[in-house]
């Protein structure tokens, strides 16, 4: 009996032996695929937060360097000198500078003068304060230091050239009469005006002016 179960232990040890190891790889089998299973559920995550949270700090990057609305200024005050060494002021109710464009400024009820005389009046402008360029629009009434008026919807004036050039339809009358054209440009401060297009002027003598 004793040789009996001496040979069924015999027989055991080995089985129980590569049982163990099965019960081994198996479990090692286990924590590989459980690993893989978690970095599967990581990998996923990350394809469906990622583009969320990289959308949220760029949107909140753009807010901070770019803001909506540029910087708006009451009543400002723009000073400066032209060729010829004739101080203008430019004013206006508010001006606002643009975002993208930072020495771009637009104006409401903008307001110019030459510093000679001449006045400018427009319900809004755009002023470039590089170039020195005004771009006026809406009801622009021009006042040159001959004492001519000028009206018209749309101009632009070289601040720095003292010259006003309009390419819409102006009217407008002073000491000599009354004058209407398609287009204008005004020159040396008033000093010269040119009009081109279906040009019609009436001349008014002194006589006539006494008259009236």
Request: glycine residues 10%; proline residues 3%.
């Amino acid at each position: 009996m004793n040789a009996l179960t001496h040979n069924k232990m015999d027989l055991w040890e080995p089985r129980r032996a590569t049982t163990l190891s099965q019960a081994r790889f198996r479990s090692s089998l286990v924590g590989l695929i459980r690993m893989l299973f978690m970095a599967g559920i990581a990998i996923s995550a990350g394809w469906l937060i990622g583009p969320i949270i990289v959308h949220g700090f760029m949107s909140g990057s753009n807010t901070q360097v770019k803001p909506v609305n540029g910087i708006t200024m009451l009543n400002p005050r723009f000073t400066g000198r032209d060729n010829n060494g004739n101080a203008f002021t430019l004013t206006a109710g508010t001006a606002k500078r643009r975002i993208d464009e930072l020495e771009v400024v637009d104006l409401q009820n903008p307001v110019l003068e030459d510093g000679i005389g001449g006045i400018v009046r427009a319900k809004a402008g755009v002023y470039d304060r590089e170039r020195q360029l005004l771009t006026l629009s809406g009801d622009v009434h021009l006042v040159d230091a001959s004492e001519y008026e000028l009206r018209t919807q749309n101009a632009i004036i070289y601040v720095s050239e003292n010259r006003v050039v309009g390419d819409y339809a102006i009217d407008g009358d002073g000491p000599l009469g009354e004058f209407r054209a398609d287009s204008f440009e005004v020159m040396e401060g008033g000093k010269k005006t040119v009009l081109t297009g279906n040009v019609w002027t009436r001349i008014v003598s002194a006589d006539q002016e006494a008259a009236n």
